[in-house]
C-alpha cells in the first residue's frame, strides 16, 4: 500500500489505525478525511502534525465537492471508510444524523471513489482496494446458547445505528457487484482501548471512577458482549486490506465474551489495585432503566479470517484491559481536555 484515504481518522478506532500505519511504516503516506463532530479530537494524532507523511481534510464524507477533488489528487491505492455516527443512545434520541452519514455519506463516498477507480489505468485497478469498516450490530442480538456471529449471519438490526450500518454494508455490496469495485467489508465486536470517546462503557466507567461520580449500567448488567481491543481490530483491518478476496466480508472478534457487569467489575479491580484511593471503586455503582431496544448479546466466530488470512487477536481481556486502564491513567491531560471539552472549543475557535 503506497498511499491510504482514512475517513473518520480523528475518531477512536480510525486515529488507531493511522497510528499503526506511521508507526510500523506500513505505508508511504496517509490522507486522513474526518468531518471534526464531537468524536473527532484532533489531539488524537497530535504527534505527526508536521510528518511530511501525513495529510489532514476536513470534510464531511458526503461532500462531494471536497472529496472528489481530495481522491484526484491523493491518488490513494486504498480507501478505508471508517466515517460514522456510532453511539447507539444518540441515534435513539436522533436517528436522521445517522442515515445521512452512514447511508447517504457512505454513498456519495461509493460514488467519489468509482469515478476515481474507473480513472485508473488496468495495473492501478487491480491492486486498489476500497474497505468498509462495520460493525457486528447489524446482525441483531443472540440468544445465551445461540451460536455467534459469522459472515452468513442474516441482518437483523434493532437500533436506527445498526440499521445504518446495515444499509451502507449493503451498498457497498452492491457497488462490487453492480460496478465491479474491489470492495472489502469488516465487521467487528465492541472495541476498547485507548483514545476512545467517553460516552463509551469502558471509558465512561473508567474517568466516572476516577472522579468518584456513579457507575451506570442498563438492566441488571447481565448484557453480553465480545470485547476487542483497539491494536488488534486495527491489524485486522489491515491484514483484510493485504490479503482479503475481493467482494468478501471478514469479521473480526476479541474472543473475549463479557456481561457488562464483568466489564465494570474487572475496570473496578484494576483502579483499586493502580488509585487505591479511591477503593473499593465497585461502591460507585449503580443500575439504570435499560436502554429501548437493547441487544441481549453479541459474539464474533473470527474462524474465516484466521482461516483465510492468518489473523486472530494477541490481547487477551485481562491484558487488554489493564493497558487500557492504565493508558487512562497516564493520559490525564488527554481525558481532562474531551470531559471539559476543551478540544470542541479549541476546533471552533471559542475561548
Keep these: 500500500m503506497n498511499s491510504i484515504i482514512v475517513t473518520g481518522g480523528l475518531g477512536f478506532i480510525g486515529s488507531n489505525f493511522i497510528r499503526m500505519l506511521l508507526t510500523e511504516n506500513l505505508c508511504d503516506s496517509v490522507l486522513n478525511i474526518d468531518k471534526q463532530t464531537y468524536a ?10 508536521g510528518d511530511s507523511r ?5 470534510a464531511d464524507i458526503g461532500d462531494v465537492s471536497k472529496i472528489d477533488p481530495a481522491i484526484s489528487n491523493f491518488q490513494p491505492s486504498a480507501i478505508v471508510n471508517f466515517a460514522a455516527e456510532s453511539h447507539v443512545d444518540r441515534s435513539i434520541d436522533s436517528p436522521e444524523p445517522f442515515v445521512e452519514t452512514n447511508v447517504l455519506g457512505t454513498l456519495r463516498l461509493l460514488q467519489s471513489s468509482r469515478g476515481y477507480f474507473s480513472s485508473l489505468e488496468e495495473s492501478k485497478k487491480e491492486t486498489f482496494r476500497f474497505l468498509h469498516v462495520s460493525t457486528d450490530e447489524v ?5 445465551k446458547d445461540d451460536p455467534a456471529f459469522c459472515e452468513t449471519t442474516p441482518y437483523s438490526p434493532n437500533s436506527p445505528y445498526s440499521a445504518s450500518k446495515a444499509g ?3 451498498l457497498v455490496r452492491s457497488y462490487h457487484h453492480t460496478f465491479g469495485m474491489p470492495m472489502l467489508t469488516t465487521n467487528c465486536s465492541n472495541n476498547y482501548g485507548p483514545y476512545q470517546f467517553p460516552e463509551k462503557l469502558i471509558p465512561l466507567m473508567i474517568l466516572n471512577a476516577l472522579e468518584g461520580k456513579n457507575l451506570p449500567i442498563y438492566g441488571d448488567g447481565a448484557n453480553i458482549r465480545d470485547w476487542l481491543h483497539v491494536e488488534d481490530h486495527c491489524r485486522g483491518i489491515f491484514t483484510v ?6 467482494g468478501e466480508t471478514y ?11 464483568e466489564v465494570v467489575d474487572t475496570i473496578c479491580g484494576s483502579l483499586d489495585r493502580d488509585r487505591p484511593e479511591g477503593a473499593p471503586h465497585e461502591k460507585l455503582k449503580i443500575f439504570v432503566q435499560d436502554r429501548p431496544g437493547h441487544d441481549q448479546r453479541y459474539a464474533i466466530d473470527f474462524s474465516k479470517i484466521k482461516d483465510e488470512l492468518g489473523w486472530e487477536p494477541r490481547y487477551s481481556f485481562t491484558e487488554g484491559m489493564a493497558q487500557t486502564v492504565a493508558w487512562y491513567l497516564e493520559h490525564s491531560e488527554w481525558c481532562e481536555n474531551v470531559t471539559s471539552g476543551k478540544y470542541q472549543r479549541e476546533r471552533l475557535g471559542v475561548e
Design 168 to 170: 451502507a454494508d449493503h
Design 139 to 143: 446482525y441483531g442480538s443472540l440468544g
Design 40 to 49: 473527532g479530537n484532533p489531539e488524537n494524532l497530535i504527534e505527526f502534525q
Design 241 to 246: 486490506l493485504e490479503k482479503g478476496r475481493i
Design 251 to 261: 469479521c473480526i472478534g476479541g474472543d473475549s465474551e463479557k456481561t457488562n457487569m
Design 54 to 58: 501525513y495529510q489532514f481534510l476536513k
